[in-house]
Every structure is written in C-alpha cells, then in structure tokens.
C-alpha cells in the first residue's frame, strides 16, 4: 500500500478524535469519535459504540478551533505497520 496516495488524509483528519458527531439515522443522539483507524473499513470509531461508522453515516455536530499548528504524534489515527 502506497499511504500517501491510497489513504484519504482529508476525511482522516475530517473525522478526526474527539469531536461530537450525531448518526444521521438516529438524529440528536451526540456520540464522541474514538479513533479513525485507516486501514479499516469502515474507518471510524464512535466512543461506546461497538460497530465502526463510514462518514456518509454521521454528521459533525461540534467542531472544536483548530489552531494554525497540527502536531500529528497527537492525532489519534491508526495505521498498520
């Protein structure tokens, strides 16, 4: 795998850690993102949630500022070695 042409860096980083996100099935119920695990798919752990979400599933509802510096050692993505 080529990881910087086969992985999709913007919908990591999109969907990054921590922020607030609502399933669009199942409107007003807030869920927290764990992780974006991009060797998977689906890509995207919700905190409490056993099943893993695509992003056409969930909706950010609380997007926190992010700052001019990304430190990506603090990004929780995970990638297979």
Request: net charge negative; aromatic share 8%; proline share 7%.
């Given at each position: 795998?080529?990881?910087?042409?086969?992985?999709?860096?913007?919908?990591?980083?999109?969907?990054?850690?921590?922020?607030?996100?609502?399933l669009?099935?199942?409107?007003?119920?807030?869920?927290?993102?764990?992780?974006?695990?991009?060797?998977?798919?689906?890509?995207?752990?919700?905190?409490?949630?056993?099943?893993?979400?695509?992003?056409?599933?969930?909706?950010?509802?609380?997007?926190?500022?992010?700052?001019?510096?990304?430190?990506?050692?603090?990004?929780?993505?995970?990638l297979?070695?």
């Amino acid at each position: 795998m080529n990881i910087n042409t086969d992985t999709d860096w913007e919908e990591a980083f999109e969907y990054r850690a921590g922020l607030t996100v609502e399933l669009k099935s199942q409107p007003g119920i807030l869920h927290t993102i764990a992780y974006y695990e991009v060797m998977m798919v689906p890509p995207i752990w919700l905190e409490n949630d056993p099943l893993p979400r695509y992003a056409h599933e969930l909706r950010v509802v609380l997007q926190p500022k992010v700052s001019n510096v990304c430190r990506i050692s603090e990004c929780r993505i995970l990638l297979a070695s």
